[in-house]
C-alpha cells in the first residue's frame, strides 16, 4: 500500500510513559529488533506525546488520497499522536514528514506493498530513513503468489532475506496477516504458520479482526510471538454480521487480548478499521477513547 514514505524529525523521548518505562521500552525494542543498531530510529518512531496508540491510515485512505494535510490535522485534532502510513497519498517521503511533523504526528509505522520489496530494498530504507520510521509491514499477498505449499515456502525464504538485511540496517520488517493465512492448511499447518516457522527474523504484525475471521483466538495467537509483535492492528468484529467495527464495540475480547499484547511486549497499537458504518474520522475516535479507557496512551 505504500511507495514514496514520509519523514519524522521528533527525537523526543521524555515523554514516553504509559505501559513501559523508557528503559523497558527500550529492552523490549532491542529484543524485537536485535542490536544497538536498531536504536536509531527509535525515539523518533515513539516520539510525539509518548504515545502508544496510532492510527493506520487506510481508515480514512480516501481523505488523505483528497488532503493529506488536511486529512492529519483531523487525526490530529481527535486525539491521536502517531499513525501508521499507507500508501504515499502522492507525497514525497519529505512531504509526509513534514505534514506529520507539523501537525505533532509520529510516524509509528508503514506498510510498503511486496511489489515494491522486489523492486529493491534501499528506495524502501532512504525513504524510511527520511521518515525516521523503523517498523515496515508487508500488507499482503496476492493470490497468484500463496497458491501451494511450496509458494508460502518461497515467501518465506524472501521474507527472511528482506528481514536480516533489514535489521542489519535498522530497520524492522513485519507481515500483516488477513484470515487466508488461517483458512490455507498445508499437513496439518495454518500457512500463517508455515510463513514464520520458516521466517524467524520476521516480525508479526497481528490484525486481530482477521485473526478472529480466520477462526482463530486472537489473543492465544498474539500469546506465540513473545518480543515479536511489536505493532498490533486493532479492530473489532460486529456482535450480528461480523463485519468491521470500532474497537470496543464488537465481540472480541479486549481485556484478555490487551493483557497478551502486554505480555509478549508489544509497542504499539495501531487502529484500522477497513470500512466504516460511519464518518471514518468518527471511527478512529471511538477507538481511540475506548483504547485510552483502557490504559494506554
Known amino acids: 500500500m505504500l511507495a514514496p514514505l514520509k519523514d519524522h524529525k521528533n527525537n523526543n523521548m521524555n515523554n514516553f510513559s ?59 485534532a481527535l486525539g491521536y499522536r502517531a499513525v501508521q502510513v499507507s500508501g ?9 514528514k513534514k505534514i506529520c511533523d507539523d501537525n505533532g504526528l509520529a510516524i509509528m509505522a508503514t506498510h510498503v506493498n511486496l511489489a515494491d520489496f522486489e523492486k529493491g530494498l534501499d528506495p ?19 493470490a497468484p503468489l500463496r497458491k501451494t505449499k511450496e509458494d508460502w515456502l518461497k515467501l518465506a525464504e524472501k521474507f527472511e532475506k528482506w528481514a536480516k538485511e533489514l535489521k542489519a540496517r ?15 492448511v498445508y499437513d496439518g499447518k495454518a500457512a500463517i504458520h508455515l510463513l514464520y516457522d520458516n521466517a524467524p527474523t520476521l516480525q508479526a504484525e497481528p490484525d486481530l479482526y482477521w485473526i478472529a ?37 464488537g465481540k472480541l475480547d479486549w481485556d484478555a487480548i490487551l493483557k497478551v499484547c502486554k505480555e509478549v511486549g508489544a509497542l504499539g497499537y495501531l487502529v484500522e478499521q477497513d470500512k466504516c458504518k460511519r464518518d471514518p474520522f468518527d471511527s478512529l475516535k471511538m477507538s481511540l477513547e475506548f483504547l485510552k479507557s483502557k490504559g494506554l496512551k
Do not use: W
Open 88 to 96: 504515499d497519498n502522492g507525497k514525497t517521503a519529505a512531504q509526509t
Open 124 to 142: 524502501i530504507l532512504k525513504d524510511h530513513e527520511t521518515l525516521q520510521c523503523r517498523y515496515i509491514g508487508i500488507p499482503y499477498i496476492a
Open 213 to 249: 475471521k480466520g477462526k482463530a483466538d486472537p489473543a492465544e495467537f498474539v500469546a506465540k510471538f513473545k518480543n515479536r509483535a511489536p505493532m498490533i492492528h486493532c479492530k473489532d468484529m460486529d456482535k450480528t454480521d461480523g463485519s468491521f467495527a470500532e474497537v470496543g464495540y
Open 18 to 76: 504509559s505501559i513501559c518505562s523508557r528503559r523497558e521500552f527500550f529492552r523490549r525494542s532491542a529484543a524485537v529488533a536485535g542490536g544497538a543498531v536498531a536504536s536509531r530510529y527509535l525515539p523518533a518512531a515513539f516520539a510525539a506525546g509518548g504515545t502508544q496508540i496510532g492510527a493506520q491510515l487506510y481508515t480514512v485512505r480516501e481523505a488523505c488520497k483528497a488532503d493529506f494535510a488536511g486529512a492529519m490535522k483531523k487525526v490530529a
Open 170 to 184: 535498522g530497520f524492522t520488517l513485519m507481515y500483516h496477516n488477513h484470515a487466508f493465512e488461517f483458512e490455507a
